[in-house]
């Protein structure tokens, strides 16, 4: 019965927001093309919530606000969100904020739209409605209405699972015809063309791979600290883990002690192997900065002086900066990849959805090699444990093919930024 009452729920809100964007057309319709703000600009996020709590999502967002400044220094960048709880904190980073977004959509006010010279959607990872098909149906209908209203608005590409939401199908109909859809992995691109009929369909690369790093007093020390040991023949390898990966697996005490084991056998079977325990989220009791230190505290305290924990989640430019002074890293979190790769540094990705082999692919990178699955450290950490060695053995060849494909991902990524409509 309660299955029953749900699906009910559901395709009761898919119908009341269809009336909503037929609202929403009609003023685009009345309003037509009219005066927008000169230098303003929206940023729609995929989290209205925490807009900026997610490392990944702060790292696309920097990398559109470092475009909007290069374009027009004098820009004013607004962020739409749900609430003003987030207010201060995105003004520290020079960003205004519109508390415009509505969980349903039903109360919203479409004439602020009118007021921007453009408009950047993040599509990310929930476009594919894997995490809630309302959220992605609400960033389609925004990106359909500023259209609609002649204002130029350019839709982030996004990777697309093969767990797609069905509703999406309905609503990708609905789009006004000549919106492109770009997906940002070769991956995604053949999964999106076969989802809908909807065209046309272009292929990008993540707008992160256009974030420029940034080196602040706080990355400075850990960076000298880094040069230092690599200067002195040391092998640094930066390390990643997050609870995502098996809920229930990584909340438990021993899965910690799997990997802290690992970990130990790694550093003592290899003298000249450095750890940086990097953590790139923090937006819940359980993140990755608190999951690292459980790690770090069953470590043996000799095995741990070749350790580096940092304190802090740093901010995603920040990220970018301290990983380009590792060798390689091993990782879980696909911004965090995209951090490294972008600096050409090889990785071992963990992984824990279906959206890093389109990543690989762009690099055309061997998966049964440079892709690991997480829960390996408890089932077969000898199998982990070799695969690991073998990809410190062979990542200069690993680096090599990124630096040779990065231009044309550099190239791809740029792509987003593109106009929103083909003429």
């Not at 939401?165 to 999964?191: C, H």
């Amino acid at each position: 019965m309660k299955k029953i009452l749900s699906v009910l729920s559901q395709i009761k809100l898919y119908f009341r927001l269809r009336a909503s964007w037929r609202k929403a057309r009609y003023f685009a319709k009345d309003r037509g093309i009219g005066k927008s703000a000169f230098h303003k600009v929206l940023i729609i996020p995929c989290d209205p919530w925490s807009v900026i709590g997610s490392r990944g999502d702060q790292a696309m967002i920097m990398a559109i606000q470092q475009r909007i400044a290069k374009d027009d220094p004098r820009a004013i960048i607004d962020i739409l969100c749900e609430n003003e709880t987030i207010t201060n904190k995105l003004a520290k980073y020079g960003f205004h904020s519109i508390c415009k977004w509505n969980s349903t959509w039903l109360k919203n006010d479409f004439q602020y739209l009118a007021n921007y010279s453009a408009i950047y959607i993040l599509g990310a990872d929930v476009t594919d409605g894997v995490y809630g098909w309302s959220t992605s149906m609400m960033l389609l209908m925004y990106y359909d209405i500023a259209s609609r209203l002649g204002i130029p608005v350019y839709y982030m590409g996004f990777s697309f699972s093969t767990r797609a939401s069905r509703i999406l199908k309905f609503v990708f109909s609905k789009l006004q015809k000549g919106l492109l859809l770009s997906a940002r992995d070769p991956i995604s691109l053949e999964r999106l063309k076969k989802f809908t009929s909807h065209r046309p369909i272009r292929l990008v690369a993540d707008v992160a791979f256009c974030l420029a790093p940034r080196q602040t007093s706080r990355t400075i020390s850990i960076t000298n600290f880094c040069d230092t040991i690599r200067k002195e023949g040391k092998f640094l390898l930066g390390i990643n883990l997050h609870s995502m990966f098996n809920s229930a697996e990584t909340h438990s005490n021993s899965w910690y002690s799997n990997v802290a084991s690992l970990l130990t056998e790694l550093l003592s079977q290899n003298t000249s192997l450095y750890l940086l325990f990097l953590p790139h989220d923090d937006r819940n009791s359980n993140s990755d900065l608190s999951l690292l230190n459980k790690i770090y505290n069953q470590i043996n305290p000799e095995a741990k002086s070749r350790i580096l924990m940092l304190d802090k989640v740093f901010d995603a430019d920040e990220i970018k900066e301290l990983t380009r002074h590792l060798d390689a890293l091993l990782a879980g979190r696909m911004h965090l990849c995209i951090a490294a790769i972008s600096s050409g540094v090889p990785v071992l990705g963990l992984v824990y959805q279906d959206k890093f082999e389109g990543l690989w692919q762009h690099f055309n990178l061997p998966l049964k090699k440079t892709l690991a699955r997480p829960e390996l450290f408890s089932q077969n950490p000898i199998a982990l444990k070799k695969q690991i060695n073998d990809f410190i053995n062979d990542q200069q060849f690993y680096k090599s093919e990124i630096i040779k494909r990065l231009p044309a991902i550099q190239t791809l990524a740029v792509k987003n930024f593109e106009r929103d409509k083909i003429v």
